[in-house]
């Protein structure tokens, strides 16, 4: 066996092929024998060749030859052309007064920048996408799942459909046998009648045959007929039948009693994932759990205040809520511990609205004022003031903006605008064909829905009004048939969940509306309310809502989902 070709020889020299390697040329990247180091020098000396041990290979740094002066090379770096250079370079005019750096410092920071990326891709980037497409593999498996419930619901709600008609189709023919055997039975006991008399006539015709017969005149005499019984003829009994009139089937009714899907959509979130660190904090990458609604929501806890009229409630945490009554002052209650502590408001107004930002802090509306303030700590800080404007409801966006519902000095005009601390950012009052969004009147009520998009209950349309983060016209509700109480939708308090519910109180029908983010009606709550009209959600979905029980102004706590 040839040794220079054995795959188990060691590595040769690449001018002879024959010695074994000793030595490396880092110039001109070749594995020389100690015999051929002399050769290889002087084979280019145009090249300054760095010749080291075999294992000491790649150790001498290779400069790049000068692309203006060909026998040079670049040993520094010219920081402000941001090229490498050479001596000649450095003493020409063209860089005179730059500054000159050492090739090497600043191949270097080249590398430790390369090794930072190159770390960063391999523990950062790659392991994110790794999560990233566990989470997308997740999320088909489980909407395979869900699917496949939703079929499944579909066929279990046909055959309950099915059920139905079948009970439909027996009882309505158990009513024509019924039917039918009663005038059977009746037309019976009549031929009865008929057939009895008819006996009666042949015994009568059988009588006067005889006296006919004989020739004894006093028999003929005493013979006489009921021929006038029986000439008043029985009544004749016409049968009346009933009619089958089938209802008449519309596919769009059908569809519209049987039930619809509403829309599925794929929402594009360009924040929806976050950078994988080395070290996850345990809230990172977290998502809420899905939920799912109970069958019948249930009372968890009730807080009765002192107030004579409650409106609004705003959750601070689990166990705390703010409140708004009639009268100036805004107080802080404890599920557990009662009243805890009151603001009142800066100009002694009765504050519109309430609200709690992202960071805890208090925010409220003054209509009287025309201000939106912030209580920081219980001091009171003006943030907004507003011309020809009203305040009437706010609230805290996610990304830590207020959003303020707002209307015209004259009762004409409403709009939506978007703040960043004092700063106007958006203003939102037209659709897309350039017609208002929102009616006039004073009771109107915003939030935020995960998805971003604006939620307002407006009253005086008696609709609840979505528009998308962009203030594009998602949908208007306008409530659900048949309602509760069979009275007209009259939204009051909204807010949204975890699961991009929306939820409205109605205070003529005593109930809590639950839609979905496309403005499919889900169900109602009503669990005992009363004039319903303030809402919150807490971080663990529990709904508060502020109503009147037996005359007195309370906050109920309900649970109305489980983790699926």
């Given at each position: 066996m040839d040794p220079r070709t054995s795959a188990q020889d060691v590595m040769r020299c690449d001018l002879c092929e024959t010695a074994v390697?000793?030595?490396?040329?880092?110039?001109?990247?070749?594995?020389?024998?100690?015999?051929?180091?002399?050769?290889?020098?002087?084979?280019?000396?145009?090249?300054?060749?760095?010749?080291?041990?075999?294992?000491?290979?790649?150790?001498?740094?290779?400069?790049?030859?000068?692309?203006?002066h060909s026998k040079e090379r670049c040993e520094m770096y010219c920081n402000q052309c941001d090229i490498p250079v050479c001596v000649y370079c450095i003493t020409s005019d063209q860089h005179l007064g730059h500054k000159i750096l050492?090739?090497?410092?600043?191949?270097?920071?080249?590398?430790?920048?390369?090794?930072?990326?190159?770390?960063?891709?391999?523990?950062?980037?790659?392991?994110?996408?790794q999560d990233i497409a566990s989470d997308v593999q997740n999320r088909m498996s489980q909407l395979e799942k869900e699917y496949g419930d939703l079929s499944t619901a579909i066929t279990k709600h046909g055959e309950d459909w099915h059920r139905e008609i079948d009970k439909l189709v027996k009882k309505l023919k158990a009513e024509v046998d019924e039917m039918k055997n009663t005038q059977l039975q009746t037309l019976q006991k009549h031929l009865d009648k008929i057939n009895k008399k008819m006996s009666d006539i042949k015994d009568e015709i059988d009588s006067v045959d005889i006296a006919l017969d004989t020739n004894d005149m006093s028999k003929l005499f005493s013979a006489e007929s009921n021929i006038k019984i029986y000439r008043s003829l029985p009544h004749k009994i016409m049968p009346s039948l009933p009619q089958f009139i089938p209802g008449k089937i519309e596919a769009d009714q059908v569809s519209k009693l049987f039930g619809s899907l509403?829309?599925?959509?794929?929402?594009?979130?360009?924040?929806?994932?976050?950078?994988?660190?080395?070290?996850?904090?345990?809230?990172?990458?977290?998502?809420?759990?899905?939920?799912?609604?109970?069958?019948?929501?249930?009372?968890?806890?009730?807080?009765?205040?002192?107030?004579?009229?409650?409106?609004?409630?705003?959750?601070?945490?689990?166990?705390?809520?703010?409140?708004?009554g009639n009268d100036s002052t805004?107080?802080?209650?404890?599920?557990?511990?009662?009243?805890?502590?009151?603001?009142?408001?800066?100009?002694?107004?009765?504050?519109?609205?309430?609200?709690?930002?992202?960071?805890g802090d208090l925010v409220y509306t003054d209509y009287s004022d025309r201000t939106v303030n912030i209580v920081k700590n219980e001091k009171i800080e003006e943030v907004i003031r507003l011309q020809n404007w009203s305040p009437l409801g706010v609230c805290s966006t996610s990304s830590g903006d207020l959003l303020v519902i707002m209307y015209s000095d004259d009762f004409t005009q409403t709009k939506v605008v978007s703040y960043s601390g004092s700063t106007e950012k958006q203003t939102i009052q037209f659709d897309g064909k350039g017609q208002p969004l929102y009616s006039g009147g004073y009771y109107r009520y915003i939030t935020e829905n995960r998805?971003?998009?604006?939620?307002?209950?407006?009253?005086?349309?008696?609709?609840?009004?979505?528009?998308?983060?962009?203030?594009?016209?998602?949908?208007?509700?306008?409530?659900?048939?048949?309602?509760?109480?069979?009275?007209?939708?009259?939204?009051?308090?909204?807010?949204?969940?975890?699961?991009s519910h929306i939820l409205t109180a109605d205070s003529y029908n005593n109930c809590v509306h639950i839609i979905d983010q496309d403005g499919q009606f889900l169900r109602y709550i009503d669990c005992g309310l009363s004039e319903p009209w303030g809402l919150c959600i807490d971080t663990n979905d529990n709904l508060f809502v502020a109503h009147t029980k037996n005359k007195t102004e309370v906050i109920i706590k309900i649970k109305y989902m489980y983790i699926k």
């Open positions: 390697v000793q030595m490396h040329c880092d110039t001109c990247l070749v594995n020389l024998c100690t015999a051929c180091v002399g050769k290889h020098m002087i084979s280019d000396e145009s090249k300054d060749h760095k010749v080291v041990k075999f294992q000491s290979r790649k150790s001498t740094p290779l400069c790049p030859g000068c692309t203006t050492p090739l090497i410092q600043v191949c270097v920071e080249k590398k430790e920048k390369i090794i930072n990326e190159r770390n960063e891709l391999n523990e950062t980037i790659y392991p994110t996408y509403s829309s599925s959509s794929l929402s594009l979130n360009k924040h929806g994932y976050g950078m994988t660190t080395p070290q996850k904090s345990p809230e990172a990458g977290f998502s809420p759990p899905v939920k799912q609604l109970l069958d019948e929501p249930e009372t968890v806890t009730t807080i009765v205040t002192g107030y004579r009229s409650l409106y609004i409630v705003a959750c601070l945490n689990e166990e705390e809520i703010w409140t708004r805004m107080k802080l209650y404890s599920i557990n511990q009662g009243s805890l502590k009151s603001i009142t408001t800066k100009s002694g107004n009765k504050p519109t609205d309430i609200a709690v930002t992202k960071s998805n971003l998009d604006i939620c307002v209950s407006d009253l005086g349309a008696k609709a609840v009004v979505v528009v998308n983060q962009a203030g594009k016209l998602r949908f208007r509700y306008t409530g659900h048939t048949p309602a509760p109480k069979n009275k007209s939708f009259n939204p009051r308090g909204i807010t949204t969940d975890s699961q």
